[in-house]
């Protein structure tokens, strides 16, 4: 199926109801301008799942030529311009559809991410407090995962711990969350949950320059010199340009 169906299949049926019923027009009505709405949102969406923000623009431009106010296409299209580093015009978007929905935990926690990238920290806080007074979002794991993270960059560590084990009473399986436990606990030196909390993100997520650097720190606590070289290696030899990697070099 392509990025189409979802318009082609909505125009096909706004055409037959023309045939069927003479003069009258679908997008008329109210039920056949929100139809139509959905469908250039989800048609944009598509678009910027495939990184091609340029054409999801003109899809979303005429969901919101039918409702300026629409949340879904404002939010959609905050997406699109933070993909294209355009802060202020996605700064723009997600205000409009928090506007139109402020209760909406799927687009506070966008909104949030957004502010976290801009190292707007506190802000970003505040949004994640408010997607997660949201009880039954799905996806409330993550936002308590996101307010863990952000605590962190705030130097709340104890808050951020708290955080981070609610996201992972939720959801055990959050490797951003583990590795920042494994980080916070070998910080505290407290190395066994330290390594269990790395041994469940290794089992769950590809290596990257932290936790590799972590890795190593943890294997050398436990004198295990094969992982050692094993991680210092790979730290080497997949990010030797990154802080990570001149930490370790300064560790030796």
């Known amino acids: ?97 928090l506007a ?8 506070l926690n966008n909104y949030g991410s957004f502010l976290f990238e801009e190292k707007r920290y506190k802000d970003a806080y505040q949004r994640f407090e408010q997607a997660a007074a949201d009880t039954l979002y799905p996806e409330r794991s993550r936002v308590f995962e996101n307010l863990g993270m952000t605590a962190a960059m705030l130097g709340e560590r104890d808050l951020a711990r708290q955080h981070l084990e609610k996201a992972l009473r939720l959801n055990r399986q959050q490797p951003r969350a583990l590795l920042e436990m494994a980080e916070l606990s070998f910080e505290d030196r407290h190395y066994v949950p330290a390594r269990d909390y790395y041994d469940r993100f290794s089992l769950l997520s590809e290596q990257n320059a932290r936790s590799l650097l972590l890795g190593v720190r943890l294997a050398t606590v436990f004198e295990d010199r094969d992982k050692a070289a094993s991680y210092g290696l790979q730290l080497k030899r997949l990010y030797p340009g990154t802080p990570e990697y001149q930490q370790y070099l300064s560790e030796q």
Do not use: W
């Not at 139109?100 to 687009?107: L, N, Q, V």
């Open 100 to 107: 139109a929905r402020p209760s909406d935990a799927r687009i």
């Open 1 to 97: 199926m392509t990025l189409r169906v979802v318009l082609l299949l909505l125009f096909v049926s706004l055409s037959a109801g023309c045939v069927l019923s003479g003069d009258f027009n679908p997008m008329k009505t109210s039920k056949g301008r929100d139809e139509a709405r959905e469908a250039y949102v989800q048609l944009g969406l598509g678009y910027l799942q495939q990184g091609m923000t340029e054409r999801a623009k003109v899809p979303l431009k005429k969901a919101l030529e039918l409702d300026e106010s629409d949340a879904d296409a404002n939010a959609a299209l905050a997406l699109v311009f933070q993909a294209e580093m355009e802060p202020e015009l996605a700064d723009q978007h997600y205000r409009k559809a």
